[in-house]
């Protein structure tokens, strides 16, 4: 029951379209023009302070709960990437990760997306994508102790996906394909494995590196990961950072500090770190 409650309460929280930041609560691009920024990256020095926006999803990029610190894979790249520009401070903005793309666009006050998102041509559309960081492909997390051992017996089950994900789309195909019976939308994937773990779905289709992290962070989970030989991945992405259109001159710049540390293996430590294995490293 307990669980139950808890998952409850995580749905609400899912749905409420806002973003929270600097202790407050605002509307997801409320009131925000797109605003040309002339010179962002010399702003930026200037004032000593990165902006960035998050969507608060480990192990990516997420507001520490113990001490609200901006922690993560992508934010430790992000700080050595600061470090290394001379700028002295992150500060970190939360959204639901279905608006990124828009608020990174609308909202003047952002300077980058700070989270590794799959670069597809539909996203180079609306943003700039740095260099690839590194590859992602599609995971199945089950309960132990369900009989999921296999894409064959996902058929006449329900699955969860994060919204406005890749993972949605495949969900709806594999639907379509009579693959499984349903899929249920979630805004993070803190929600997907309060799901999981409370029976409301029975199996997670997301990113092999989050549900990875899943298990590495909380072993008494009585989860399972598909392992290859029962599930062949089919998505393979490259994921990199997103930028404004008209921000040619902080892209760059960026990218070379990207280059810089897989040349001197700084990119390699912090992955590794975090658990992310070697065979997702372009």
Known sequence: MKRLVKFIILLAISVN???????????????????????RFNNIKQKGVLTVLSPDMPPYSY??????????IDAEIIREIARRLGINRVEAKYIAFPYLIEEVTKNPQVDLLAQGIYITDERKQLVNFSNSIYT?????????????????????KKIGVISCTVYETMAEKWKR?????????????????????SNVI?????????????????????????????????????????????????????????????????????????????????
């Open 136 to 156: 992602e492909v599609d995971g199945i997390l089950a309960r132990k102790d369900s009989n999921i051992n296999s894409k064959s017996d996902l058929k006449n």
């Open 63 to 72: 507001k520490d709960s113990k001490d609200g610190e901006f922690s993560g």
């Open 17 to 39: 379209l806002t973003v929270i930041a600097s202790g407050k609560v605002i509307k997801a691009n409320a009131n925000i023009a797109s605003t040309k920024q002339v010179d």
């Open 177 to 197: 394909q009579g693959v499984i019976k349903d899929y249920l939308k979630f805004y993070d994937s803190n929600s997907l494995e309060v799901a999981l773990e």
């Open 202 to 282: 029975d199996a997670m289709l997301a990113s092999s590196v989050v549900e990875e992290d899943i298990l590495y962070q909380k072993p008494n989970l009585k989860f399972k990961l598909l392992s290859p030989s029962q599930y062949k991945p089919e998505l393979n992405f490259s994921v990199g950072y997103a930028f404004k259109k008209e921000d040619t001159e902080l892209l760059n710049v960026v990218n070379e500090k990207l280059r810089e540390m897989k040349n001197d293996g700084t990119i390699y430590q912090i992955l590794a770190k975090n658990g992310v294995s070697s065979h997702y490293i372009p």
